[in-house]
Each structure stands twice: as C-alpha cells, then as structure tokens.
C-alpha cells in the first residue's frame, strides 16, 4: 500500500493565527488532494496538485492556499485561521491508472 | 460537475439483519462509483468500486453494491450485518475526464447494529 502521513494528527489553533498541515507520500504519485470532512457534508475538496508546482482549487478553497515543491509534500496553509476551520483535514493520493485512492489518517483541527 | 445523494443519515439495524444502503448520483458524463466506511477516529478505507463490466460489485467485509445507470443509483448492501459493521459509509463519484479525477463524496450514512 502506498504509504501516506498526516502531520500534526491533532492541533488546536486560535483564531487569526496561521496554520500549516503537511502531507507526506512515500512513492511518487502524481495526484495529491486535501478534503475537509464536518457532519452532514461527507468530504469535501479544498484544493488538490497534479505535479509539482501545479495546484488548483477545489469547491470549497476559501480561506486556503497550498503548496507543493516536492513530489511527496503537499502543504495546506490556512493564512489566517477561523472558527468555521474547525474540521478534520484529510489528505489523498491517487494511486494509479485503476482509481485507486489511498486516505491519510487525518488531522483534527479545532479553531478557538 | 456531479454530486452525490445519500438518502438515509443514519440506519439503524439489527445484528444479522440485511441492510441497504442507498446513494444517487448526478453527473453529465460517465462516472466511476465507490463506497468508502470509516470507522471511529480513523480514515477512509475503501469497500468497493464500479469502474466497468458487470453493474454488481463485490466489496470487502461481505458487501457488495449494483450500478444501476437507468437510475443513477448504486446501493450498497449486506445480507448479515454485524456489530462490527457499525461505521459511517460514503459513496463517491469520480468522472471519466482527464482533469482533476477527484472524488465527489455524499454526505454520509452512519449505519448503527444493535445486538
């Protein structure tokens, strides 16, 4: 299985601070995605990376930007964090021509 | 774009009891499916996927889903469910386009097995 790490797993932040969330893959896949997950909307798409350097916006982006200078490294970056950014961020790698998807465990970000 | 419906926020089933779970899709071009179950505190892992051929997949866990085009539906299903069956389930959708090729969840269906 492709290997996929979320840091922090957990952070609580207070508002107006900048936050930075770090996904880390093992191999070299080319599709990276950051989901946010809150109750009753399922995941949804921040932004994702289709190579180094290539990123674009997801559904729900305000608020958020991303990096990507290496292969295996894909950085959300909340700018200025609030409230309504209390969720749980995960990271995805897409693993191949099949639609493989591989999920990273997770980070729980509470705003206060 | 598409979207995803999951009629049923939460299932509430008796252990040994079968269960459907049900999702419909809207897309206007063809779509790949997949049901995904998270269970407490961890990530997704996936159940089951419907890329092509036959329209009944056969998942993990005993589970298994149709695709059903006429509809826009793929419901997913179990004949026994267990204890340990007790988790949150998500379809999603990807299109069969050369952009992004993210997923497109529904918005989830916690399935609840009582002994």
């Known amino acids: 299985d492709a290997g996929i790490t979320q840091s922090p797993r957990h952070k609580v932040t207070e508002t107006g601070t900048p936050v930075t969330l770090r996904c880390h893959q093992t191999?070299?896949?080319?599709?990276m995605y950051w989901y946010r997950q809150d109750p009753g909307h399922g995941l949804r798409l921040i932004h994702y990376?289709?190579?180094?350097?290539?990123?674009d916006k997801g559904e729900v982006s305000d608020g958020y930007s991303v990096s990507r200078s290496k292969t295996e490294d894909f950085l959300l970056t909340l700018e200025s964090a609030t409230s309504s950014q209390t969720s749980v961020y995960f990271c995805?790698?897409?693993?191949?021509?099949?639609?493989?998807?591989?999920f990273g465990s997770g980070t729980r970000l509470t705003v206060v | 774009a598409q979207s995803v419906t999951q009629l049923d926020s939460q299932v509430p089933v008796f252990e040994e009891a079968p269960v459907e779970l049900r999702c419909n899709y809207s897309?206007?071009?063809?779509?790949?499916l997949f049901w995904y179950v998270q269970y407490p505190n961890q990530g997704l892992q996936l159940l089951l996927k419907?890329?092509?051929?036959?329209?009944l997949v056969k998942g993990i866990n005993g589970f298994e889903a149709e695709f059903n085009k006429s509809q826009t539906s793929f419901h997913l299903r179990k004949p026994s469910v267990h204890i340990s069956d007790t988790a949150e389930y998500f379809c999603?959708?990807?299109?069969?386009?050369?952009?992004?090729?993210?997923?497109?969840f529904g918005s989830g269906t916690r399935l609840q097995v009582q002994p």
């Open positions: 995805a790698i897409r693993t191949g021509d099949n639609y493989g998807y591989t």
């Open positions: 191999e070299n896949h080319r599709y």
């Open positions: 990376s289709y190579g180094v350097k290539d990123t």
């Open positions: 897309s206007s071009v063809s779509v790949y």
């Open positions: 419907y890329l092509s051929g036959s329209t």
């Open positions: 999603a959708v990807s299109t069969m386009d050369t952009g992004r090729r993210a997923l497109t």
